[in-house]
């Protein structure tokens, strides 16, 4: 379907005589971003403790209306945070969207996931105060995976009367997760060797209410996924294959302005049972019984945004991830020889933006972590302090 749907899309977009549409309508906006992040101590996304320039994205999408009802998109996109990305260039979404009326659309191809509150607008740094999305909930090495899907989407907005309106996204599909991606990154850890990951299906969806106090947004988002990994012992023949057959996402959201003032905040859970198997036939051995670990990591934050001036916004956040809800003291972290504080990472982010003219935009953060749960031990092979600090600076330029 994504191979297809690609050259529809942009045979649509390079003539104006495969579909009844003036190329002149097509509507093309854009974006580039380079940024440095330092730390004092703990390298986090990128090597941050000496500093670096490997911090920057670009994208490029179009969007058309082939009749009153049907809709096409597409957009490039390429990123470089660390080893991660390269500056690849990928075809991030590609969608055939039919909207019948208000109540009813349905959308098919690469399609942005529904996710909580800002994943489908994660990579316009205009539309936020702070450099880093809280990574709590946005994990910048899960984007690439979570982004968007393959699959089928169904959307609406019902009126609800004097409740209001009722937004409602249903999807179903599967996800892309690279070899070379930020997840295959976080499990190449303690002499262990990513080999391949897939997702069998992704299916839920999520929820907006719009209640009749002006400027409030409440939302739910739910979604089952099956989830396999292949993975090799760096120090002996053994194979090992993790699944997660029923995994399931929850986010509540919550949202709400007035005049220049934001606030939001959101609360991510993770729950599933990972199965172990190992392969150990390349020893001679056998193979020992599958061992199963219940799975219940938990993230939240809370953020605020003003606006001062036309030019100057401030913002700050409070945003804490714990990978395993039952451990938030880090009791199981010591007993596998990690300091406690590998049990959570809690980030007190204050941002600053500066909008020079409409088109760009400079950003400054400072992040005051306490914890690493969200650091990759490759990255940090010599270890970990608890309490650190993170500068961010980032420049955008958008059309």
């Known amino acids: 379907m994504r191979g297809i749907l ?34 004092n101590h703990n390298n986090f996304l990128i090597p941050s403790e000496e500093g670096s320039f490997e911090f920057n994205e670009a994208g490029i999408n179009f969007a058309a209306s082939l009749t009153n009802d049907i809709r096409v998109g597409m957009q490039l996109y390429a990123y470089d945070i660390g080893d991660i990305g390269n500056n690849d260039i990928k075809l991030e979404w590609a969608f055939l969207d039919y909207q019948w009326k208000e109540e009813l659309g349905i959308r098919l191809g690469k399609i942005k996931t529904p996710y909580g509150l800002y994943n489908e607008v994660q990579d316009y740094d205009m539309l936020r105060t702070s450099t880093l999305l809280p990574q709590s909930v946005y994990y910048k090495y899960h984007r690439d995976t979570i982004i968007s899907f393959q699959g089928v989407g169904i959307y609406g907005n019902l009126s609800m009367g ?11 599909g599967t996800m892309d997760i ?18 391949s990951s897939k997702m069998d299906y992704v299916a839920g969806g999520r929820i907006k209410w ?18 396999s990994t292949n993975l090799e012992s760096s120090v002996a023949p053994v194979k090992i294959r993790t699944s997660m057959p029923t995994a399931i996402v929850s ?8 005049g220049n003032l934001t606030a939001a905040a959101e609360y991510y859970q993770l729950k599933g049972t990972m199965t172990v198997t190992q392969d150990m036939s ?118």
């Open 282 to 399: 390349a020893l001679g051995m056998p193979n020992p019984d599958p061992t199963e670990v219940d799975s219940k990591s938990e993230g939240y934050y809370g953020r605020i945004s003003y606006r001062l001036t036309d030019w100057l916004e401030a913002g700050a956040y409070y945003s804490v991830y714990y990978p395993d809800k039952d451990d938030r003291d880090g009791e199981n972290q010591i007993a596998m020889g990690k300091p406690d504080y590998a049990a959570w990472q809690k980030d007190l982010t204050l941002s600053t933006r500066f909008d020079i003219t409409d088109f760009w935009l400079v950003k400054l953060e400072v992040h005051f972590m306490d914890g690493v749960a969200l650091c990759v031990e490759q990255d940090n092979p010599d270890g970990y302090e608890k309490d650190w600090t993170l500068f961010a600076v980032k420049t955008t330029f958008s059309f």
């Open 210 to 227: 719009r209640p009749p106090l002006d400027k409030l947004l409440l939302a739910g988002t739910l979604y089952q996924f099956d989830w």
């Open 6 to 39: 690609a050259v529809v899309v942009l045979m649509s977009l390079a003539s104006g005589t495969a579909f009844p549409f003036d190329v002149g309508d097509i509507e093309i906006h854009g974006f580039a971003s380079t940024g440095y992040m330092k730390s």
């Open 251 to 258: 986010i509540l959201s919550a949202e709400y302005s007035m």
């Open 162 to 172: 004097p409740a209001g309106t009722l937004g409602y996204d249903l999807f179903a």
């Open 178 to 195: 690279e070899n070379d991606g930020g997840l295959a990154k976080t499990f190449s850890q303690d002499d262990i060797i990513f080999k």
